[in-house]
């Protein structure tokens, strides 16, 4: 069994990590401020360069939210100092997508252009290149923001099992079936 919560998050002196009394943890670091609201039940404490989160028993409630609490905490700590960044690329003759002004535009084989218009704390770049696949960059600093933002954009045309054209993450492997075959 992981015992996650129990270790300490550590952090360097470019964050500052402050708890409320409503047990609402705030970080705030050089690329921006998150705060995230913690089960009344867990204890946090910021010590001296780390945070360390505490249950007060062992029941099945308590152990789940005290790992899950411990890895918010050090999410939030990771996206305020690094960021989050996921990349999809586009895969498919025709399939193409640009920004125009805010809005990301996506030409996916649909009979009209699909725009989608990314949250503030999201940035979304587009890399295109002649002759290769789009490759679209979803940044920001809240790991579970940038996650929803990519899985819409790959939602809009998710790979198809025959050919693998559509929109996929840059790391995903997609198997291919085998077509049909003509018998004589």
């Known amino acids: 069994m992981a015992r996650i919560g129990s270790n300490p998050v550590p952090f360097d002196d470019q964050v500052t990590v402050s708890v409320a009394d409503d047990n609402t943890v705030s970080v705030e670091g050089p690329k921006g401020t998150l705060t995230e609201k913690i089960d009344p039940d867990l204890t946090v404490k910021v010590g001296d360069g780390e945070v360390v ?91 579970e923001l940038v996650g929803q933002v990519a899985a819409k954009i790959r939602s809009f045309r998710p790979p198809e099992p025959y050919k693998g054209k559509g929109v996929r993450y840059v790391d995903e492997e997609i198997t291919l079936k085998a077509g049909k075959t003509a018998a004589r």
């Open 53 to 143: 989160v505490d249950r007060p028993t062992d029941q099945k409630r308590h152990r789940s939210l005290h790992g899950l609490s411990r890895s918010l905490i050090k999410n939030m700590v990771k996206g305020v100092t690094e960021g989050y960044k996921k990349e999809l690329k586009i895969i498919g003759v025709g399939y193409r997508a640009q920004m125009s002004g805010d809005a990301l535009e996506l030409a996916l084989g649909y009979s009209h252009p699909i725009f989608f218009l990314p949250p503030e704390e999201v940035s979304i770049s587009v890399e295109s290149g002649r002759g290769q696949d789009d490759v679209i960059t979803v940044e920001g600093i809240d790991k």
